[in-house]
């Protein structure tokens, strides 16, 4: 697949970071700086993030969310390879991309930042969203499934 090139410019009070997390299932989140802290310490969404940096730092912060988007989206479709569909362990990887991805989706919707962005960005971000959302739903088909036993176990 063929990537965007996007000149690199780093935002000014926003950073992709990772939570603290052991469960391997969390998603790195966009953070703010609170005034003048060095640390990013408010969680907020990438459109959120956008909305307040400088429109030449724009989509170098999309094509960073597309790339962590398309490394979590290898991990859940190694997942899916060597666990059954019922496994435990996937409900929580498919929430969490399915989420990242929604994310991006909205930041490169039509009446948001995707006429800021260059057209072979937006459609890279297009098919790592696709590809997320289809390694999300192997993800979560146990659940579902699980869902619908208990529901009829409960009529």
């Avoid at 009070?13 to 310490?41: D, M």
Wanted: proline share 5%.
């Amino acid at each position: 697949m063929s990537v965007a090139t996007v000149a690199a410019v780093d935002p000014d009070r926003h950073a992709l970071v990772l939570p603290e997390c052991q469960c391997g299932t969390c998603a790195p989140t966009w953070a703010r700086r609170r005034g003048k802290s060095r640390r990013f310490s408010e969680p907020v969404t990438l459109v959120a993030a956008l909305e307040r940096e400088d429109a030449v730092a724009r989509p170098g912060m999309v094509e960073q969310h597309r790339e962590c988007l398309e490394q979590m989206t290898a991990v859940a479709d190694r997942v899916i390879a060597v666990t059954a569909r019922d496994d435990l362990s996937r409900p929580g990887g498919g929430l969490a991309l399915v989420m990242f991805a929604a994310e991006l989706a909205s930041a490169v919707r039509a009446d948001e930042y995707r006429g800021e962005l260059p057209a072979g960005l937006v459609r890279v971000c297009e098919q790592a969203v696709t590809a997320a959302t289809l390694a999300a739903a192997g993800c979560l088909s146990g659940l579902v499934e699980m869902m619908q036993m208990l529901s009829a176990l409960a009529d």
